[in-house]
């Protein structure tokens, strides 16, 4: 599966490789799979790469982390970008994996996000929020989700789909109840994010999603984990127990525990949402504000 998000994380991956001193095509052979969110590919590929006896072997999303997890029990598995690696039976404890599978986390700074649809939306009485029923880190975040929205007496609803068949239909009647649409960090949306922001501007609906990149893709802002970034982060973390430096068993989950402010203010404008100035010049000066 390709999309900005995960092709962000794939080429800081490669970043955090070089910044270790490892020159792919040089003194680093990467054989990059991409199963196009098909489960037979990703236990073919996950197969090939333990038959290959791969040194090492990175996950990109959680579907793709636990087919490699299922397939190679010994060789080191790094996890890139998957929201709660314990929760999805990855690790023992995200503070002490214990095996040969370590990583990055994509977790959302949760809070930050609703603080900012709350200042954004004063006048919001309902709050919708569309995930993907199958994606365990998907799930993760809207079980956290509703629990911050229970203490911050914001009422929700919630919607969920199966695949990206379901999203126009979901969308279509989520906006007709709602006053704003959150999206987790979602890889099947994330994927079809025209769709629902298509069916979300029709309705003057915004929509607020996890991910920077989802804000430039039609999302009105959000306090988002740079992707790119988190491949870094994961790149580097690959290079160090490719080296020896660390060791799987012993290397904490990495979390990221803020996230930085991006605006989309056409589509803010497009929709009829003031900003205030102190927000714009913080997107501007600490995060990004697409104009």
Do not use: W
């Amino acid at each position: 599966m390709s999309h900005p998000a995960l092709d962000a994380i794939h080429r800081g991956i490669i970043h955090g490789f070089e910044e270790e001193g490892y020159k792919p095509g040089k003194n680093l052979k990467i054989d990059f799979q991409n199963a196009q969110n098909d489960q037979s590919n990703l236990k073919t590929m996950s197969t090939k790469f333990a038959n290959e006896d791969a040194d090492l072997s990175i996950g990109i999303a959680t579907p793709s982390a636990q087919a490699l997890a299922n397939t190679i029990n010994k060789k080191p598995v790094i996890l890139g970008a998957i929201t709660d690696p314990k929760g999805a039976g990855l690790v023992k404890n995200n503070n002490h994996p214990g095996g040969n599978i370590t990583g990055v986390s994509d977790q959302a700074p949760l809070k930050e996000q609703l603080g900012l649809i709350k200042k954004l939306m004063p006048p919001m009485k309902t709050l919708g929020i569309i995930y993907t029923s199958s994606d365990d880190s998907a799930v993760a975040q809207y079980k956290m989700f509703v629990k911050i929205c229970k203490q911050e007496n914001i009422p929700l609803k919630a919607y969920s789909i199966a695949n990206t068949n379901d999203l126009t239909q979901v969308a279509q009647q989520a906006v007709r109840s709602v006053d704003a649409i959150y999206v987790p960090t979602d890889n099947t949306i994330a994927g079809a994010m025209q769709t629902l922001v298509g069916a979300a501007n029709n309705a003057k609906v915004p929509v607020f999603p996890a991910v920077d990149t989802m804000v430039k893709q039609g999302g009105v802002a959000t306090y988002g984990i740079d992707q790119y970034q988190l491949g870094v982060a994961t790149g580097k973390m690959s290079a160090q127990i490719l080296k020896g430096k660390k060791k799987p068993s012993t290397t904490p989950i990495k979390f990221f525990r803020h996230g930085k402010l991006i605006i989309n203010e056409k589509q803010a404008n497009k929709l009829g949402i003031k900003i205030p100035a102190s927000l714009l010049k913080e997107a501007q000066q600490k995060g990004e504000l697409i104009k």
